[in-house]
């Protein structure tokens, strides 16, 4: 038997309710707040996102899917929305009209070690705002998620913010960290050793050595920003508060992508094991880094894998069912109760009859099987006068309806 790739899994049952319902509530949320459906390849060539993402980031060097096309070029299934949304913006000249403000939905790829609440194909539901370095977009985004994740019922996340500063700010930050950390390297994990001159923020929030006093008294970042960033910050800030949005400001959070400047933020939840379910910020330099125009840009993913995790774990239900409305049981009437399905369904009404099987017995089967709220029994009798006995399946109420009213009687009790 062919089994599944390790860390992905397949979507069926009251999984699937699941998924269909976080992603309409999604999409409501996002087209509430004016943001427009964007659709992106699952496969860009690669050196999108060794550009983009960045050469020092572990998505890059450790995650991607890549793959020699017959053609001979290297091409990488896409670990992440951001960067082929910003190569899209580009290629089809979007930025000529701004802001752009983009919402996505969609698997990722990423050869991480699978566990719980990590998976080798992950699903992300993004935005991107693009054309404003107001402070305002900023907070909009962050509002965004919040409003989300309020209606789908997660009432623990917790907001993180922090301000990563500019280019020169981070360079600043960087060498003092690499001054500080390289006393004791010797004492850290590999990776961290790695990270030392390459990419010495992410020691900061390294899963294995993170917990280490002298980590946790590493310079902060805060103490770098300049007059404006700081400003840029607290205005972040005051929109929040203004928002009513609780957040905690948290100087280690440093995001794990390349692209970020200024403000990151992550969504963490009390699951430990489950990790951040979302996060994003603000990302000036990537379209530019692109051979694109310089055009200010603020986003977030969350993570829809772990956003259904948590729904588990908190045994939150969903208000989706796959209850049908009615289902037409027939006595050697098949053809008739077929015409009349097709009626109902036109009506818009969750309809179903059996297709397979004669026997009453398999019917009433089926009818319970998919809880059916109505039946309607179809007998040769029904079919000569027209009246149909309608039965609530719940109540095992019946009464006597004619097909001229059916509609009508369905419209009030559905
Ligand atoms: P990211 O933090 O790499 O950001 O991913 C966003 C979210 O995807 C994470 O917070 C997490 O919930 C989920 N995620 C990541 N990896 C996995 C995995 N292996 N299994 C399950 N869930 C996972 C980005 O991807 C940025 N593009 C977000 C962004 C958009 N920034 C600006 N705009």
Partial sequence: MIQKIKGTYDVYGSLSLKHLYIKSLFQNVCENFNYSYIETPLIER?????????????????????????????????????????????????????PLKLFYMGSMFRYERPQKGRYRELRQLGIELYGSSDEMADAETINLATTFLKELGLKDVVVKINSIGGVETRKKYREDLIKYFSKNIDNYCEDCKERLNKNPLRILDCKIDADKEEVKNAPSILDYLNAEEKESFEKIKKYLDDLDIKY????????????????????????????????????????????????????????????????????????????????????DQKEYAFNLVNTLRENGYRVDMNITSKNMKAQF???????????IIIGEEEVKEEI???????????????????????????
């Fill in 365 to 375: 089967k089926e009818a319970d099987r998919y809880k059916a709220k109505y039946l």
């Fill in 248 to 331: 905690e400001v948290d100087n280690r959070l440093v995001r794990g992508l390349d692209y970020y400047t200024n403000l990151v933020y992550e969504f963490t939840t009390p699951y430990k094991d489950i990790g951040s379910i979302g996060g994003g910020g603000r990302y000036d330099n990537l379209l530019s880094s692109l051979d694109g125009p310089e055009v200010p840009a603020v986003g977030f993913a969350f993570g829809f894998d772990r956003i259904v995790d948590v729904l588990n774990e908190l045994e939150l239900e969903i208000p989706k069912t796959d209850e049908i409305d009615v289902y037409v049981l027939n006595i």
């Fill in 46 to 98: 690669s050196e999108l996102f060794h550009r983009g993402v960045g050469e020092t980031s572990d998505i890059v060097t450790k995650e991607t899917y890549d793959f020699v096309d017959r053609g001979g070029r290297n091409n990488t299934i896409r670990p992440e929305g951001t960067a082929g949304i910003a190569r899209a913006v580009i290629e089809n000249k979007m930025y000529t009209t701004l």
């Fill in 388 to 414: 149909y006995t309608v039965r609530d399946n719940l109540t095992k109420e019946e009464i006597k309806v004619s097909k001229d009213d059916l509609i009508d009687y369905l419209d009030i009790n559905l």
